[in-house]
């Protein structure tokens, strides 16, 4: 049983209600009105000005403010703070709930994933694949010590690609227990380090080849032959690593470059050759073999 302040009944008298008489709350709903179900007339609502509209809107703002995130049940407080300046760090933080409605938001306005069946770039992933990518979200691999099991499932995969490609095992195979290389985070940085790797190791035999010490060689501009239809990724390559681009143009017959066309760009300076497998126009491949041959 629940004891709280009493409260006052007001009975409906009996007999005959005057059609003016108003309800016991005063509402001046006349009991006419309510016994045969018709609806009360509607007063007429007080004009307001616009500069009037805007103050009680601020002020119904600084209301939801004060009250807190998660409180109101249409939003909150931080969904309806202006924000000013969105070049610049906040003084205060928005709550995470609302920092992960906006991400999503911006989210919503690029694509389904699902429907993107024109592009390369097309990432749909399985339940579990998400599952084992979020596990890998705790994990700093550059600390090997911290974490020597991740870093050996790293060797583990990169000799399992090793493999694949048929890569010579090095002489120091046995003290490192894998292969030279490294898990990157796109291909973007797969082919920027690997076309490091082709420099520097050309740098070491141009200069025996060459007599040139190691300062020396440094001021030799290389280059790497491609096709025209390369990633955007090796034009990042030539601008910041110091490489020249040495085009080769496959036909419009076969989108594919050849031999003879990559042989007549090599010369000293040559540090690699690049071939694509599945362009992005018609996804024909160029002829590894004949090249490496060649």
């Known amino acids: 049983l629940k004891f709280g302040p009493r409260r006052r009944v007001r009975h409906?008298?009996?007999?005959?209600?005057?059609?003016?008489?108003?309800?016991?709350?005063?509402?001046?709903?006349?009991?006419?009105?309510?016994?045969?179900?018709?609806?009360?007339?509607?007063?007429?609502?007080?004009?307001?000005?616009?500069?009037?509209l805007v103050a009680e809107n601020a002020v119904m703002k600084q209301a939801l403010m004060e009250i807190g995130a998660g409180a109101n049940y249409y939003a909150s407080g931080d969904a309806v703070r202006e924000i000013k300046d969105d070049m610049r760090m906040p003084s205060t933080g928005n709550s995470g709930?609302?920092?992960?409605?906006?991400?999503?938001?911006?989210?919503?306005?690029?694509c389904r994933e699902k429907?993107?069946?024109s592009s390369y770039v097309n990432v749909v992933l399985e339940d579990d694949e998400v599952k084992a990518v979020n596990l890998g979200m705790r994990i700093n691999i550059a600390d090997q010590t911290t974490y020597p099991s991740s870093f050996k499932l790293h060797n583990i995969t990169l000799n399992?690609?090793?493999?694949?490609?048929?890569?010579?095992?090095?002489?120091?195979?046995?003290?490192?227990?894998?292969?030279?290389?490294?898990?990157?985070?796109?291909?973007?940085?797969?082919?920027?380090?690997?076309?490091?790797?082709?420099?520097?190791?050309?740098?070491?035999?141009?200069?025996?080849?060459q007599g040139l010490s190691e300062g020396q060689v440094r001021g030799v501009y290389p280059?790497?032959?491609?096709?025209?239809?390369?990633?955007?990724a090796w034009e990042?390559?030539?601008?910041?690593?110091?490489?020249?681009?040495?085009?080769?143009t496959p036909s419009k017959d076969t989108f594919a470059i050849t031999a003879e066309g990559v042989k007549a760009q090599i010369d000293e300076k040559t540090i690699g050759v690049v071939c694509i497998l599945g362009n992005h126009y018609?996804?024909?491949?160029?002829?590894?073999?004949?090249?490496?041959e060649m």
Request: hydrophobic share 35%; net charge neutral; glycine share 8%.
């Open 12 to 52: 409906r008298p009996s007999g005959p209600i005057p059609s003016n008489q108003t309800d016991s709350m005063g509402s001046g709903v006349s009991y006419k009105h309510m016994e045969h179900g018709m609806e009360p007339p509607k007063t007429r609502a007080k004009q307001r000005t616009a500069e009037e």
């Open 97 to 110: 709930n609302h920092c992960y409605r906006m991400l999503s938001d911006f989210h919503e306005l690029d």
């Open 115 to 117: 429907l993107n069946t």
């Open 160 to 209: 399992v690609i090793a493999n694949l490609w048929h890569c010579p095992k090095p002489a120091d195979f046995d003290d490192y227990g894998a292969f030279p290389g490294a898990g990157t985070v796109g291909s973007t940085e797969a082919c920027l380090l690997g076309g490091l790797c082709l420099k520097f190791r050309w740098r070491k035999w141009y200069a025996a080849r």
């Open 223 to 232: 280059n790497l032959v491609i096709s025209t239809c390369f990633q955007a």
């Open 236 to 248: 990042k390559l030539f601008r910041y690593m110091d490489v020249e681009a040495k085009f080769v």
């Open 282 to 292: 018609g996804g024909q491949y160029d002829p590894v073999w004949e090249i490496d």
